[in-house]
């Protein structure tokens, strides 16, 4: 039983290969077969009656045999098809049809032969009109009902037709013969009847799916990165929101956003091939690390985000430090080593937001503290970053109005010599006198301006106001700018120079950079290129707050430095002392060797301008000369300086 069936199976599964049907076509096609079982409930009813109306009238065994034989089969059909869910995946096409298929053909089979056998048993023209009627009909029926599956259809009609047709010659009566003629000619016609439905209906089926297989496709492709494969911006909200709507009181999630470090470098110096290559190498092994059930996306330029389920916030934390290990593990391209690092920033459902946009949002402000912070990072989110956000965010839009208003100014603190007591240069710092806030210091706005780029703009407007002031000054007082780092990266940062020098009319040498010593943590061409350009044409560098930074004295062999101001901490600060002492000479003794001016900073008492006078400094700055004054102060400084000259020449 089990190999005829097989058999038969394997016979079936040739037929199915060889058909031209896709697999996905020929199943809709096949529960087609499946659909209205009610039609297929009725004809058997139908059947059942005439066959037991027939025995009844004809009072025959066999006509009672015959209606239970079609009862039995009906009735397994029926089982069968409750049995079988034709839209189940578990269940294959070709069983599927091969079960229809037994069903069918034995009923039409029983069908066919009941009334061949009333025919030829020829004892009541009225059963006879019954069953042949039915007998027809249903063949008819069902065969345009199954035209989807040609075979099938076209089975049932000979099954029923031909034991008819058989009976009716058998009969040698011309009525008879006639009507076995008429019933056999019914199945050319209905094979190309059923041929139009099967291809029509197999072609709009096969159009419907390739569109949606096309649509698939496309979405597919929407949601998907090119460069790395993974989800994109729109594949990362659509698993978003897909994840956010199963989220109950007790799912946890982190969502990680992880920004590459100084990726642009890479870029710009290996090309974009490389940093193709780089983006995605990371992506792969993102995906390693991340846990099942991971979204892992790549949002744009050198930024990932991860989206995972978690059990706690170790989880989260634990994930967080492999993703950095596997990120710092060097790649190896074209046999060189190339090492990247990244800043993570990450927030958690239930604890930072309960929606998608939210944890975004907290996320984000979460990296940009880990990157602000020093970057290489990671920082989760807490509540705090969104006040100092929207304190920034306050400063940021006021600063940008606060230039145009003019409610900026440039004060002017004296830098003296301490042999002679003499102004030899004035230090610019920049005052904001805010319309409600009142008179802000620069340390308050400042690293704001740097945060947002905005010190670039500002920057150069202080640069230009300073030397428009210094230009007023006698030729031997020069003027101290203090330069952001960000600034000196800035494209153009040499040529803002040098126009707000030549609009003031002010000569290079008599403008001195106060630059710090963070500077130099990275080794940056762009620096040493703006620091050679201006000291061509003669303005000089001094380096700033010297002692609290990274104080490696390699880089004041490299760059051309005319001055070091010693940190003013070593002057007033907690820890003023012999050791203190002890460093400013030794700065100071290294000034004269090389031929440097030394400035002590924040010097507020005399006794502190004698110290640093023994230790060898030779300029000093700080409020017992002055605080830093409006200009029109500074040049009233400078004139009464002059006025005492005059007066001691005269003398
Ligand atoms: P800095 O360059 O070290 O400037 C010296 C700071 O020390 C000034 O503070 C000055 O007022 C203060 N100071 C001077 N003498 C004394 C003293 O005897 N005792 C004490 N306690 N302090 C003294 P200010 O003006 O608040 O500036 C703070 C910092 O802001 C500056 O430090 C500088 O780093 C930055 N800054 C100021 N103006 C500008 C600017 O125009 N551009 C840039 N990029 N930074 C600026
Ligand atoms: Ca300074
Ligand atoms: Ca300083």
């Known amino acids: 039983m089990t190999s005829a069936l097989s058999r038969l199976r394997g016979r079936f599964d040739k037929r199915q290969s060889s058909d031209q049907l896709s697999e996905r076509v020929r199943r809709l096609l096949v529960t087609t077969l499946y659909a209205q079982p009610s039609s297929l409930a009725i004809g058997a009813l139908c059947i059942i009656c005439a066959a037991s109306v027939s025995a009844w009238i004809a009072d025959m065994p066999e006509l009672y045999v015959a209606a239970a034989v079609l009862t039995v089969i009906a009735t397994a059909r029926v089982a069968a098809a409750l049995a079988l869910d034709a839209e189940a995946e578990g269940n294959s096409t070709a069983t599927l049809e091969l079960v229809y298929e037994i069903g069918a053909f034995s009923f039409a089979l029983a069908l066919g032969c009941t009334a061949a056998f009333v025919i030829i048993d020829g004892s009541s023209t009225q059963v006879e009109v019954l069953m042949v009627c039915n007998a027809v009909g249903y063949g008819i029926g069902v065969s345009a009902r199954n035209a989807g599956r040609l075979t099938i259809a076209m089975g049932q009609l000979c099954l029923t037709c031909v034991p008819i047709a058989i009976a009716c010659f058998w009969t040698a009566k011309p009525g008879f013969i006639t009507l076995g003629v008429t019933i056999l000619l019914l199945i050319p016609a209905m094979i190309s009847i059923c041929g139009n439905i099967f291809t029509v209906l197999r072609d709009s089926i096969a159009s419907a799916e390739t569109s949606a297989r096309l649509a698939d496709k496309m979405q597919v492709l929407a949601r998907t990165d090119v460069v790395t494969g993974l989800a994109n911006r729109a594949g990362l909200n659509h698993a978003m929101v897909e994840t956010m709507m199963g989220v109950d009181e007790k799912s946890r999630?982190?969502?990680?956003?992880?920004?590459?470090?100084?990726?642009?470098?890479?870029?710009?110096?290996?090309?974009?091939?490389?940093?193709?290559?780089?983006?995605?190498?990371?992506?792969?092994?993102?995906?390693?690390?991340?846990?099942?059930?991971?979204?892992?996306?790549?949002?744009?330029?050198?930024?990932?985000?991860?989206f995972c389920p978690i059990n706690n916030r170790q989880d989260a934390e634990r994930l967080a430090s492999e993703i950095h290990a596997e990120i710092m593990r060097p790649f190896r391209i074209d046999g060189e080593r190339l090492e990247v690092r990244a800043s993570l920033g990450v927030s958690l459902l239930p604890e930072n937001g309960n929606d998608a946009d939210t944890l975004m949002q907290s996320a984000d402000l979460a990296l940009y503290h880990a990157k602000v912070g020093g970057r290489s990072r990671t920082c989760f989110y807490d509540s705090s970053m969104s006040r100092d956000l929207a304190r920034r965010r306050e400063i940021e839009d006021e600063l940008r109005a606060a230039i145009q208003r003019d409610e900026l100014s440039i004060y002017f603190q004296p830098i003296v010599d301490l042999e002679t007591g003499r102004i030899k240069t004035f230090e610019a710092l920049v005052r904001w006198f805010h319309p409600h806030k009142g008179e802000l210091r620069p340390d308050e706005f400042i690293p704001v301006a740097e945060e947002t780029g905005v010190i670039v703009t500002l920057g150069n407007w202080i640069t230009a106001q300073a030397a428009r002031v210094a230009a007023t000054w006698p030729d031997d007082v020069t003027v101290a700018v203090n330069l952001s780092p960000l600034q000196i990266r800035a494209p153009g940062a040499a040529l803002g120079i040098k126009s707000a020098l030549r609009e003031a009319g002010l000569d290079p040498r008599r403008l001195e950079l106060e630059v710090t010593e963070s500077l130099f943590i990275e080794d940056n061409h762009a620096t040493a290129a703006f620091i050679e350009e201006l000291s061509d044409i003669g303005v000089r560098f001094a380096l700033d707050d010297f002692g609290t930074g990274y104080s490696s004295l390699g880089y004041i062999n490299t760059f051309p430095f005319s001055k070091i101001k010693v940190d003013r901490s070593f002057v007033s600060g907690a820890q003023v002392g012999r050791k203190s002492d002890a460093i400013i000479r030794a700065v100071a003794e290294m000034g004269t060797t090389l031929g440097m001016d030394i400035v002590a900073e924040g010097l507020e008492t005399i006794d502190q301008v004698q110290v640093v006078r023994d230790a060898g400094c030779n300029l000093g700055q700080g409020y017992y000369f002055s605080r830093a004054v409006p200009d029109y102060l500074a040049a009233m400084l400078l004139a009464q300086e002059r006025e005492q000259d005059g007066r001691r020449a005269s003398a």
Do not use: Y
């Open 253 to 306: 999630l982190a969502l990680i956003w992880v920004d590459l470090d100084r990726f642009k470098e890479v870029n710009d110096l290996l090309g974009h091939p490389v940093g193709d290559r780089v983006l995605n190498g990371v992506a792969k092994r993102l995906r390693e690390v991340s846990p099942e059930g991971s979204t892992v996306a790549r949002f744009g330029g050198d930024e990932f985000i991860i």
